[in-house]
């Protein structure tokens, strides 16, 4: 049997890539012969490193990444596809399918909440009147901005034309920081070209005409592909913009259409879950939102945990930890970390923290987000605030098994029925800290409050008064503390490794992903 675990971001090496990871590691355990299958070349031996996975057993394919399409072709070869992408719209075609979902972010929550609003009200209306043309394979996604968006094709990309009379397909070419001109040649389905041009940095309009055609025209656009590099590692061709058919009739919502193309998204275009055996949700939150985004049950797989790497200290020192990437609230499930060190300087300072208590505030950092995280060095100067950006695996682990509370401050702040993507779906820190002897405190939110039983292995405050009440509790009653522990450890293996893998199989069982 072959089984394909598909994630676009192996290169990241996050916990999402550590979750389908497993699932794939799981399987190659049980005899699957197992392909990684990417965009992006990874060394295996790094990648098996920084998930903490023995991938011996699993293969490495890499691929270009020319689209959904292409995957879905892919797929094909496959006797079980787990699509372990963000926000993928994937329709795979392999005998058994499952999805691995970590949220289901709307397909428009980048867009502003009026446009968000319009596309959902205007859209079905403005998509009626785009111009007839259908994309095929080898098309990535709209990018740009308000005044002009435009699509990238993979170096060969398809576009049907619908049938007519006296027709001229209008395109703008061009390709936001190509460093040289890109030749491309349109042919027609018989291969016959129909016109050649030049992309250039800039957008240039074109016009192809075409023949009286009553059944249609197949158009493909070839052209040398390129790689943009940094964190973009998808095989560019040229972008085309504002293409549309000229002729005929062009009113008022065909001129909308084309001024307005984010209008062209359809959100609410589910059809690609029909493709699947069965989708897998991360926590019983995530699983919640999944049935109101998408009217659809799933299957709870929860994260894995490496518990049995915690090694809980018997003297802990006098110390809150809190673990999570330095990135501004706007940004995603922001980790709070600023607000969290204005929190202990309000209790160290009012004294409902004993003096001799510190904070530890621990997460990598882009260098993108270096002001934020000097902001958070900013709040914590003169308190017993240490800030470590980058810290080395060891360390965090350390200090997980040394530090006596968890503090947890994901989602503080947000409307969780406008932006429930901004809570913590899970909690994967949350568990880690558990399993290394925590008490954790954490936000009464989302997926913490399916880890944390108030008042058993820890608490869950709502405002930051109650966080500092709570810890307050927790450093002054030492028999109070060890006993919490205690029960955190016990917890926390009801996540681990182990747990995870006999999960998965009683889901692969239930949805026969691992029968012919």
């Known amino acids: 049997m072959r089984a394909a675990v598909y994630d676009r971001f192996w290169h990241s090496q996050g916990g999402g890539e550590r979750h389908s990871g497993m699932i794939g590691v799981v399987l190659s355990e049980d005899g699957v012969e197992v392909d990684f299958l990417g965009h992006t070349a990874v060394d295996k031996d790094e990648l098996a490193d920084h998930l903490g996975l023995d991938l011996s057993k699993v293969n490495l394919r890499i691929v270009p990444d020319k689209g959904d399409l292409e995957v879905a072709a892919i797929s094909e070869e496959y006797d079980l596809f787990v699509n372990g992408s963000y926000m993928s719209r994937l329709a795979p075609r392999a005998t058994h399918n499952a999805y691995l979902c970590y949220f289901p972010t709307p397909f428009d929550a980048d867009l ?44 060969e990309a398809i576009v049907a034309l619908p049938p007519g009379n006296d027709r001229t397909l209008r395109f703008e070419l061009g390709g936001p920081g190509l460093k040289a001109p890109v030749p491309l040649e349109i042919r027609d389905e018989n291969g016959t070209v129909l016109g050649s041009y030049t992309a250039t940095p800039d957008f240039v309009v074109h016009r192809l005409p075409f023949p009286d055609a009553v059944r249609g025209t197949e158009l493909h656009f070839s052209s040398p592909t390129f790689t943009p ?26 001129v909308i259409a084309h001024r307005f193309p984010w209008l062209l998204r359809d959100p609410t275009d589910l059809s690609f879950l029909t493709s699947y055996d069965t989708v897998m949700a991360n926590s019983e939150y995530t699983r919640g939102w999944i049935r109101t985004f998408w009217d659809t049950d799933s299957e709870v797989l929860f994260p894995p945990i490496q518990t049995d790497r915690m090694h809980p200290a018997a003297e802990r020192e006098k110390a809150i930890v809190t673990v999570g990437r330095f990135f501004s609230p706007g940004l995603g499930h922001a980790k709070r970390q600023l607000e969290m060190v204005q929190f202990f300087g309000r209790a160290h300072r009012s004294g409902a923290l004993p003096p001799d208590w510190r904070l530890y505030v621990v997460g990598g950092c882009e260098e993108s987000q270096k002001p934020y995280l000097q902001q958070v060095q900013a709040a914590g100067a003169g308190l017993p605030v240490e800030v470590i950006a980058n810290a080395p695996r060891a360390t965090v682990e350390r200090l997980l098994s040394t530090s006596s509370v968890f503090w947890s401050a994901t989602g503080y702040g947000e ?27 954490v936000i009464d939110r989302a997926g913490q409050k399916e880890i944390v039983r108030e008042g058993v292995d820890g608490f869950r405050w709502s405002t930051p008064e109650q966080l500092i009440a709570l810890t307050s509790r927790v450093a002054g009653d030492e028999e109070l503390r060890a006993r919490l522990s205690a029960s955190a450890v016990e917890r926390a293996e009801d996540y681990s490794e182990a747990a ?17």
């Open 112 to 155: 502003s909440p009026w446009r968000r609003a319009l596309t959902r009200r205007l859209g079905k209306y403005v998509r009626a009147h785009s111009g007839g043309l259908t994309f095929g394979t080898g098309w990535f996604p709209p990018e740009g901005g308000r005044r002009r968006q435009w699509i990238w094709t993979s170096g």
């Open 229 to 254: 590099g940094g964190t973009d590692d998808r095989t560019l061709g040229v972008a085309v913009s504002r293409m549309r058919m000229e002729g005929g009739k062009y009113g008022p919502r065909e």
């Open 415 to 441: 409307d969780e029925q406008k932006s429930p993507w901004a809570s913590e779906h899970f909690g994967m820190t949350t568990v880690e800290s558990m399993a290394g002897g925590c008490v954790p405190v």
């Open 500 to 516: 995870f893998a006999d999960r998965w199989h009683e889901i692969a069982a239930k949805h026969s992903l691992l029968e012919p």
